[in-house]
């Protein structure tokens, strides 16, 4: 009991605090799964489709923002950096030496604020064909009588 106390003391006198899902956050470049619209890997990132379909997002989703990964080489970096610059998006270059740069790893990552729990996050080509679209809700009262918003 002692020691948990010392070790919590000593966290924070450095300044340091336990992180939550520090793996998660160390592959989604500092941010949570459940927060990711798109992430695109090493592999892909040249690709020109997911530089359109991260300038799609941004454009549905002005408050999104786009971390980049710091081991990216800048020249791959700057499509990206021109399309948050263009759409007025935010966006974020994680440097520090924790985040991988393998084939596998994410090198692009457009994240929300808040939680969005999107499905398909990976970018692959197949995917680029289909950027989710903002979804319309129904009002309560559409639901109730089973109608949808057209009619």
Do not use: C
């Amino acid at each position: 009991m002692t020691e948990d106390v010392q070790n919590r003391l000593d966290q924070s006198m450095s300044g340091e605090s336990p992180k939550i899902n520090p793996d998660e956050q160390r592959k989604y470049l500092g941010t949570f799964r459940e927060r990711v619209a798109l992430a695109i890997p090493f592999a892909q990132v040249t690709n020109s489709d997911a530089v359109n379909q991260t300038i799609k997002i941004i454009q549905m989703h002005p408050d999104y923002q786009i971390i980049i990964n710091g081991a990216l080489p800048t020249n791959q970096q700057s499509p990206y950096l021109k399309a948050a610059a263009a759409n007025n998006a935010k966006f974020n270059i994680n440097t520090d030496k924790i985040y991988q740069n393998t084939a596998t790893a994410f090198a692009i990552v457009v994240a929300a604020k808040q939680s969005i729990n999107e499905t398909n996050i990976e970018f692959s080509e197949t995917t680029s064909k289909t950027v989710n679209s903002p979804k319309t809700k129904l009002t309560f009262w559409q639901k109730l009588f089973n109608r949808n918003k057209e009619g």
